[in-house]
T-cell receptor, first 114, second 117 residues
């Protein structure tokens, strides 16, 4: 099992450009999440999807959109990138059921907006 | 207000010593959960241990244990017999809510642990 995969690993954008970060999981998890990690800080939740067909805002959703394409895939789109969106983006997934289930994280996408 | 506070930006410990990483949290929800994750320099997030608010006993996983003091709202991670490979960032996180099975986590700012040989 690959677990949670993310593409691309690195990306440089100019201000105003758009891009989509891709995430896929092969663990048959219902729930998926997008976080951002700024230098020296913890992760902050951008959007999450409890199940296929549903999405909801997290702590810092402004400037982002998401699509839960199917049970496996959850993408994050930046419509008009800004330097403040320079960050490392992590996708995660988790089972539903027991509250003790941890979230499994992808390797991250390092995004720089100039 | 910060919901998760990790007051130690960095810690330096000799190999084989035990180390305690501090975490305090703030919530009015009687049902919550606390997680610890490790982030090595390679960047991935590795789950270490979980403690539920109703769990009677402190959680343990191998060399990791969680010192859960509910009245003080603290959930400190204890690593016994530290190893060089324990050098990493450590994040405390709290489940803020559950929506149809999805868990919304709030993370602290992390503690960078360095193990010296």
């Amino acid at each position: 099992n690959a677990g949670v995969t993310q593409t691309p690993k690195f990306q440089v954008l100019k201000t105003g450009q758009s891009m989509t970060l891709q995430c896929a999981q092969d663990m048959n998890h219902n729930s998926m999440y997008w976080y951002r990690q700024d230098p020296g800080m913890g992760l902050r939740l951008i959007y999450y999807s409890a199940s296929e067909g549903t999405t909801d805002k997290g702590e810092v959703p402004n400037g982002y959109n998401v699509s839960r394409l199917n049970k496996r895939e959850f993408s994050l789109r930046l419509e008009s990138a800004a330097p403040s969106q320079t960050s490392v983006y992590f996708c995660a997934s988790s089972e539903t059921g027991l509250l003790s289930y941890e979230q499994y994280f992808g390797p991250g996408t390092r995004l720089t907006v100039t | 207000a910060q919901k998760i506070t990790q007051t130690q930006p960095g810690m330096f410990v000799q190999e084989k010593e035990a180390v305690t990483l501090d975490c305090t949290y703030d919530t009015s929800d009687p049902s919550y959960g606390l997680f610890w994750y490790k982030q090595p320099s390679s960047g991935e997030m590795i789950f270490l241990i979980y403690q539920g608010s109703y769990d009677q006993q402190n959680a343990t996983e191998g060399r990791y244990s969680l010192n859960f003091q509910k009245a003080r709202k603290s959930a400190n991670l204890v690593i016994s017999a530290s190893q060089l490979g324990d050098s990493a960032m450590y994040f405390c996180a709290m489940r803020e809510g559950v929506y149809q099975g999805a868990q919304k986590l709030v993370f602290g700012q992390g503690t960078r642990l360095t193990i010296n040989p």
